[in-house]
T-cell receptor
């Protein structure tokens, strides 16, 4: 089935630095990648949708300059948290739509990145 | 707008059945999903149901859909300790072209 590889799994960074999170579709082409943020004991909140070769679409309330998304190829999408602050600490997960057939009818999720800003 | 609600916590004994409930608001949803999330991990698709179906069974999992009431449930038969996790229901919202998740139900299985 479809696999999305996300890394790093966890990262600790100093306040003011930037962190890049990568998501790769390993055995399929992902023209679209969804980026979610999850606070403890809460559901996933969609932050933005990245589309290969075009600008990402951000959800209301998400700062575009803060969360830079790049989808330069059909297999790679990146999220960069710029000038990170402690309130950006969270669990970030990417997801790609499946192929629509069989087991890939759902959305495939990366394993998530735990970001801690100190 | 679209909204998905779930009960937050369920505790069952090993071997019992678990039933996790979900309600949604978008009547145009075409697919409804159940995902499982283990601690510190991403989401794993458990099963899904197309909106024109009432029931779907997949081994220990049974999904029931009441489209009139916009109610979805997931039944896990013979619940095991390995089933302890957070379970999210999600609907594909035609408006907005995105998946909308419930808050998740924490399932705790006591041995």
């Amino acid at each position: 089935g479809a696999v999305v590889s996300q890394h790093p799994s966890w990262v600790i960074c100093k306040s003011g630095t930037s962190v890049k999170i990568e998501c790769r579709s390993l055995d399929f082409q992902a023209t679209t990648m969804f980026w979610y943020r999850q606070f403890p004991k809460q559901s996933l909140m969609l932050m933005a949708t990245s589309n290969e070769g075009s600008k990402a679409t951000y959800e209301q309330g998400v700062e575009k300059d803060k969360f830079l998304i790049n989808h330069a190829s059909l297999t790679l999408s990146t999220l960069t948290v710029t000038s990170a602050h402690p309130e950006d600490s969270s669990f970030y997960i990417c997801s790609a739509p499946g192929t629509g057939h069989g087991d890939s009818i759902g959305y495939t999720f990366g394993s998530g990145t735990r970001l801690t800003v100190v | 707008g679209e909204d998905v609600e779930q009960s937050l916590f369920l505790s069952v004994r090993e071997g019992d059945s678990s039933v996790i409930n979900c309600t949604y608001t978008d009547s145009s949803s075409t697919y409804l999903y159940w995902y499982k999330q283990e601690p510190g991990a991403g989401l794993q698709l458990l099963t899904y149901i197309f909106s024109n179906m009432d029931m779907k069974q997949d081994q220990r999992l049974t999904v029931l859909l009441n489209k009139k009431d916009k109610h979805l449930s997931l039944r896990i038969a013979d619940t095991q300790t390995g089933d302890s996790a957070i379970y999210f229901c999600a609907e594909w919202a035609e408006y907005g072209n995105k998946l909308v998740f419930g808050a998740g139900t924490i399932l705790r299985v006591k041995s």
